[in-house]
């Protein structure tokens, strides 16, 4: 079974604005700003996407010195 280190909390990471290269802020799953409010339903392993390469979970980051938002896919 694939988990999503963020989500699961076995990893901060550290992740590198594109833009100013600074720490970014994970935000959280993407799928959590385009579904309706869920904060208490659980998910599954069916909620992130697969490509050919495995499984990944689609993270939003924040840079809080430029205001940079991006979306970076996190190997479950």
């Known amino acids: 079974m694939n988990m999503c280190p963020l989500c699961n909390g076995f990893s901060t990471g550290y992740y590198v604005c594109s833009t100013c290269g600074s720490e970014e802020k994970d935000l959280g799953r993407v799928a959590d ?44």
């Open 33 to 76: 700003y385009l579904d309706d409010y869920s904060a208490y339903v659980e998910f599954d392993v069916s909620d992130q996407m697969m490509n050919q390469k495995g499984h990944y979970c689609s993270h939003m980051f924040y840079c809080e010195t430029c205001g940079n938002e991006e979306v970076q896919s996190i190997q479950a």
